[in-house]
């Protein structure tokens, strides 16, 4: 049984649990999907292909922000703002999926320059992932910008 829009509804039940920090399993994905678990592996072959998926889905909303905004400084905090609104998703992105070489492709896509690039992501992944680690820290919010200023103004003389 595989009804139109299927894949998106197991991917869109995945990131759910992904958010509210739940086990991705076959059977928790079926239940918020409303999906058989056989439908499922139409589209899956593993829990891990269907957290891959939802990865990829996450990064492709990361790259649309980043790359939307209108200079280094903005796509820095398209990328912080990112990690905050999804900090759990943010943490399987670079954990478990390890996105980390698709993010310093696109930040070279920002700043043209690879060692600047990989300056300026380390510099934001550093700071996101602490985010997404600590929680609501108010420090966060007065440190991304003067870390952004820095790193740009970095990117800027050198």
């Known amino acids: 049984m595989s009804r139109p829009g299927c894949r998106q509804a197991i991917v869109a039940a995945a990131t759910a649990l992904v958010d509210s920090d739940h086990a991705v399993t076959l059977r928790a994905v079926s239940r918020a999907a409303d999906v058989p678990t056989s439908a499922i592996y139409q589209h899956f072959p593993d829990p891990t292909a269907i957290l891959l998926a939802v990865c990829h889905e996450a990064f492709d909303e990361l790259e649309a922000a980043v790359l939307g905004a209108p200079d280094a400084y903005s796509a820095g905090l398209a990328y912080l703002d990112f990690a905050v609104l999804h900090p759990r998703r943010y943490r399987v992105m670079f954990g478990a999926a390890d996105l980390?070489?698709?993010?310093?492709?696109?930040?070279?896509?920002?700043?043209p320059d690879p060692g600047?690039?990989?300056?300026?992501?380390?510099?934001?992944?550093?700071?996101?992932?602490?985010?997404?680690?600590?929680?609501?820290?108010?420090?966060?919010?007065?440190i991304a910008p003067r870390l952004?200023?820095?790193?740009?103004?970095?990117?800027?003389?050198?």
């Open 148 to 158: 952004i200023t820095s790193l740009v103004s970095q990117e800027s003389s050198s």
């Open 100 to 111: 980390s070489s698709q993010a310093l492709r696109l930040f070279t896509r920002v700043l």
């Open 116 to 142: 600047r690039a990989l300056t300026f992501w380390l510099g934001l992944h550093g700071l996101a992932d602490q985010r997404a680690s600590i929680r609501r820290s108010p420090q966060f919010t007065v």
